[in-house]
């Protein structure tokens, strides 16, 4: 019961606190807002912001009352906690007694579970003991199998450890270097833990240099052994391209011969001394034989020879090394240092072709080797490698070759370096090098050979000019005659029909030199043979030699019959052959056409068939100076009396010799141009009525007796008869005798003292005395004068005749 008021009791003053909590607030009457702002702030507030409640409430000055209601508060709060644990204090009493109810149940079972253990503690320590064997060993097992793992983890190491000693002392180091690979990579981190693999380390570390200064000197060895065999490799590899491309000769056919390429013997063949490919057996005929074929060949040959294991091997090694930039740089540097010295010729370079032959074999066997290595490794020989090598080579050769042949004046020789620098071109290029520069040495070595042969040609010219007997061509048989035209191709209408002996116009002098010239265009021909020149610019380029060769014996002819001492046969006879030189360019022109095989047409270059025309106008004049000569010759054997009493009534001794001279030469002048004779023929009639003219009108004579001139007017008489006769066909009716006409109408005024019709016609263009001048008629009437006081009869015989004379004198003095 008293539990039950107890309760009853709380509950009563529980629900009246909660009617006094209600109006709590409302019992301090004395609190104001203020206070109550203040408490609710510092109940509110964190404890950051309690300073500043506090400073605000000691800032208002009234402390003590808000401490009187703090207080208040305070008390307030205290009573309200008294009721709640009233309120609460009977369910608190409940729990305490089902906790003392738990005690007694949880000491019970610690009990029960105390007695359990005891029996299971006194039945487990047998099944312990057990277990605790059992955990023994099974530890001792697993230790005993990871040792067995590690044993076999390490055997392998062991083993390829030997392996790797025995293969470095049989020195395949590849497969040494595989072997450090897989046991540097494969092996070593998983055994890494243990002491003796840091020994097995310090052991295999000097191995990879070992290797690689192993592989550098057998890669040195290589090349060493390859450099003796340059020669022998170039050799073959020349040989193959020369049976390939069919350029080689036999005892009947020489390699000039485009045919022979068709007729290619697949047998051994050799470089003669002289450059020439000489076959040394015939047996089966190559025609058909591919260029794949005979390239496969020449691999192969070299493959036998050389064993180009050491540059695989060296590959392989530094490309598990890492070091293939490095290998590749070295080998690069090895190569051209080979490069230099075999394209430097010896300091004692064998003369001729031989030692030529011999350079360029070794040339060919270094870039042979090249191309294998480049076909079997590419990474290590490339295209710009192998191309700036060649380069180095080619300017070598050329300076080489410029050096030792640049100043050949062996036209044979020369033949002979083309043929094998030729065959070293073409066998350059069947391997992929370009030979453009090969090509420009031989343009080069064809100007100097052409230039030799033109001297030699020059020579036999300049030999012909002086060995010719310059007279015509005579033939006494059948025999003869065809063996001319077969030299010459002249042709003369009805020439064939005459009686033997027979002549051609040409002295020796003209077949022998047109012969000269188309073996001279063979001998350029056969240089340019195999140079894979076009036929139309074989054909230009011969027809352009040519053009400077004739050009050369032209200024060679100018040179010879500038001489004095040529004689007018020797000249005249000079003026025809060059005639006949000019026509048979003709000939040579088709001459050409056969030799280059080129079809009629246009052409770029042709002959310059006027190429004489220049020496033509000098030989010209020295004719007409020799006629002048050989005129003042005989005019210097004239000897008059210019006192003579009478005529002899017969011409004078020397003039019937010039005229016979006059007469024989002109007669020889019908082979010349008909031009060139008409006006030979009319100078030279012209000069010798002038000296004559000048003769009589000569100051060394002071008088002229009319005898005299009688005689002179019988000379004069002769010569316009043979004016007259026109020993030059083609003249005009009298216009040769026109020469003389001045001379004839002096001497007809003077002697017929026609002095009256001269002086009436003066100045008249039909005058009897036209070409008469008064000067020329005064001089030689004073001579007559002069002639009549040295013998008196002049002065005796009256003054009217002297008066008429004088009177005559002083106006023809005054009309001159």
């Not at 090969?438 to 300049?462: H, P, T």
């Not at 056969?594 to 079809?599: A, D, I, S, V, Y």
């Not at 019937?656 to 008909?674: G, H, M, R, Y």
Request: hydrophobic share 35%; net charge neutral; aromatic share 10%.
């Amino acid at each position: 019961m008293a539990p039950t008021l107890s309760t009853t009791s709380t509950k009563d003053t529980t629900g009246g606190s909660s009617d006094t909590a209600s109006t709590s607030y409302n019992a301090y009457a004395e609190m104001n807002a203020e206070q109550e702002f203040f408490l609710y702030e510092l109940e509110t507030t964190d404890s950051g912001s309690i300073g500043l409640v506090l400073r605000a409430i000691y800032d208002t000055g009234d402390v003590h009352k808000f401490s009187r209601a703090l207080e208040q508060r305070i008390a307030h709060y205290d009573k309200n906690i008294l009721k709640v644990c009233t309120y609460h204090y009977q369910g608190f009493i409940e729990s305490m007694t089902q906790l003392n109810h738990l005690k007694d149940k949880c000491a019970d079972v610690k009990e029960i579970a105390a007695s359990i253990d005891d029996r299971i503690q006194s039945r487990s320590a047998e099944l312990v003991k057990k277990g605790t064997e059992i955990l023994r060993y099974r530890k001792l097992q697993r230790n005993a199998n990871t040792a067995i793992e590690q044993i076999t983890m390490c055997l392998p190491v062991l083993e390829n450890y030997a392996k790797l000693q025995e293969l470095m002392k049989q020195k395949k180091h590849y497969q040494a270097l595989k072997v450090l690979e897989e046991l540097e990579h494969t092996y070593a981190m998983q055994i890494n833990k243990y002491r003796f693999t840091q020994s097995l380390a310090k052991s295999m570390e000097p191995i990879r240099s070992e290797i690689k200064k192993s592989s550098y000197d057998e890669l040195r060895c290589f090349l060493e052994d390859v450099a003796t065999i340059w020669k022998r490799i170039g050799a073959d590899a020349t040989k193959a391209t020369a049976v390939q491309s069919g350029f080689y000769q036999t005892g009947e056919k020489k390699d000039s011969d485009m045919d022979s390429r068709h007729f290619a013997i697949k047998e051994a063949i050799q470089i003669s001394k002289d450059g020439s490919i000489l076959k040394t057996s015939s047996n089966t005929p190559t025609g058909s034989v591919k260029k794949g074929t005979l390239d496969h060949s020449v691999s192969v040959a070299i493959t036998d020879k050389i064993d180009f294991a050491p540059i695989h091997r060296c590959c392989q090694i530094f490309n598990v090394l890492g070091c293939k930039e490095e290998f590749e740089n070295y080998y690069r540097a090895e190569r051209e240092k080979q490069a230099r010295a075999v394209i430097t010729p010896p300091t004692k370079f064998q003369e001729g072709v031989e030692g030529s032959v011999d350079y360029l074999n070794k040339i060919v066997g270094f870039f042979v080797v090249e191309d294998h290595i480049r076909n079997s490794q590419p990474g290590l020989v490339t295209d710009i490698y192998k191309d700036n090598l060649w380069e180095l080579a080619l300017q070598q050769i050329k300076e080489t070759m410029n050096t030792h042949f640049g100043n050949c004046l062996d036209v044979e020789m020369m033949i002979r370096m083309k043929k094998v620098i030729l065959l070293f071109a073409l066998t350059m290029k069947s391997y992929g090098y370009s030979i453009f520069g090969l090509y420009k040495l031989l343009q080069n070595f064809r100007d100097q050979y052409n230039e030799i042969l033109m001297s030699e040609y020059c020579a036999q010219f300049e030999k012909a000019l002086y060995d010719d007997n310059y007279t015509p061509i005579t033939v006494r048989n059948e025999e003869e005659f065809k063996s001319i035209l077969v030299e010459f191709p002249h042709y003369k209408r009805l020439l064939d029909k005459e009686e033997y002996p027979k002549k051609f116009p040409f002295s020796r002098f003209v077949p022998k030199v047109f012969n000269q010239a188309k073996s001279y265009l063979r001998g350029c021909l056969r240089f340019m043979e195999n140079l894979q020149l076009s036929q139309s610019d074989m054909d230009d380029t011969v027809r352009r030699y040519a053009n400077v060769l004739l050009a050369r014996w032209s200024g060679s002819l100018k040179a010879f019959v500038a001489d004095r001492n040529r004689s007018l046969i020797q000249l005249v006879q000079i003026t025809i052959n060059m005639g006949y030189l000019e026509r048979s360019c003709e000939f040579l022109e088709r001459y050409i056409t056969e030799l280059t095989k080129r079809g009629e047409g246009s052409h770029l270059v042709t002959l310059k068939h006027q190429v004489f025309h220049d020496a033509r106008p000098e030989v010209e004049q020295l004719i007409e100076a020799k006629l002048h000569e050989k005129v003042m010759d005989f005019l210097e054997l004239a000897n008059y009396d210019w006192e003579l009493p009478a005529a002899a009534g017969v011409a004078s001794d020397y003039i019937a010799d010039l005229i016979k001279f006059l007469n024989t030469t002109f007669s020889s002048f019908t082979q010349l141009p008909s031009v060139l004779a008409k006006h030979v023929c009319m100078q030279t009639c012209k000069y010798l009525a002038e000296e004559m003219h000048s003769l009589l009108l000569s100051p060394d004579n002071k008088a002229v007796s009319p005898g005299a001139l009688d005689q002179f007017s019988l000379d004069v008489m002769q010569c316009e008869m043979f004016t007259a006769q026109c020993p030059v066909d083609g003249f005009d009716d009298a216009i040769l005798s026109m020469t003389f006409a001045h001379v004839r109408q002096l001497l007809d005024l003077v002697m017929n003292a026609d002095w009256t019709t001269y002086l009436a016609e003066r100045g008249h263009h039909n005058s009897k005395y036209a070409r008469v001048k008064a000067s020329d008629a005064a001089i030689l009437l004073e001579k007559m004068i002069e002639f009549e006081k040295k013998n008196q009869s002049f002065f005796s015989r009256g003054g009217d005749r002297k008066k008429l004379y004088d009177t005559i004198l002083r106006q023809l003095r005054t009309l001159a």
